[in-house]
T-cell receptor, first 114, second 114 residues
Framework: AQSVTQLGSHVSVSEGALVLLRCNYSSSVPPYLFWYVQYPNQGLQLLLKYTSAATLVKGINGFEAEFKKSETSFHLTKPSAHMSDAAEYFCAVNPPNTGNQFYFGTGTSLTVIP | EAGVTQSPTHLIKTRGQQATLRCSPISGHTSVYWYQQALGLGLQFLLWYDEGEERNRGNFPPRFSGRQFPNYSSELNVNALELEDSALYLC?????????????FGPGTRLTVL
């Protein structure tokens, strides 16, 4: 069975500090990988996705993620946190040959401290 | 272009009742997905419809059902409501052109079961 693990259900950073949100997947074949953000009382918005092209993927709002096959990881980073980055972040995988089946992690709540 | 829309925004029911949630996908999208987001559990996949057919369902009891209409909108029905059905129900839509098709989410319906 596919699984996605997001280490740290809550992460706090100071404004201007590095943001690092962790995501690991379990799959013998590299899946397609996604990061979504959810602001309070809203649906999910796509930040970025990895589809087997470049391993470093740049997304919206200054976020990027690096696919590391050897570590089965797809961690999300941003060099400098803004107050507006406070939200819930979800990692998702789309395993190969499953059509468009997505599996989501349990989410990481990011708090930005002024 | 209009995004994914869901109705109602909030729904309050009592145990044993039935709930009907509705979703309209982005114009041109043929696939609709339903997820349950209960507190602390991340997104749990419920159902996937494409071209009017159910393509896959998650690990939920049969009292969770749905359908997709010829205009690709969708309905989720939850029968015999239980307290633990209280959650945010998210609908997403996508094209199905191959793998890694991005899912676009609606704002959700907050279901409260009393």
């Amino acid at each position: 069975a596919q699984s996605v693990t997001q280490l740290g259900s809550h992460v706090s950073v100071s404004e201007g500090a590095l943001v690092l949100l962790r995501c690991n997947y379990s799959s013998s074949v590299p899946p397609y990988l996604f990061w979504y953000v959810q602001y309070p009382n809203q649906g999910l918005q796509l930040l970025l996705k990895y589809t087997s092209a470049a391993t470093l993927v740049k997304g919206i709002n200054g976020f990027e993620a690096e696919f590391k096959k050897s570590e089965t990881s797809f961690h999300l980073t941003k060099p400098s946190a803004h107050m507006s980055d406070a939200a819930e972040y979800f990692c998702a995988v789309n395993p190969p040959n499953t059509g468009n089946q997505f599996y989501f992690g349990t989410g990481t709540s990011l708090t930005v401290i002024p | 272009e209009a995004g994914v829309t869901q109705s109602p925004t909030h729904l309050i029911k009592t145990r044993g009742q039935q709930a009907t949630l509705r979703c309209s996908p982005i114009s041109g999208h043929t696939s609709v997905y339903w997820y349950q987001q209960a507190l602390g559990l991340g997104l749990q996949f419920l159902l996937w419809y494409d071209e009017g057919e159910e393509r896959n369902r998650g690990n939920f009891p049969p009292r969770f059902s749905g359908r997709q209409f010829p205009n690709y909108s969708s309905e989720l029905n939850v029968n015999a409501l239980e307290l633990e059905d209280s959650a945010l129900y998210l609908c997403a839509s996508s094209l199905v052109q191959g793998a890694a098709d991005t899912q676009y989410f609606g704002p959700g319906t907050r279901l409260t079961v009393l």
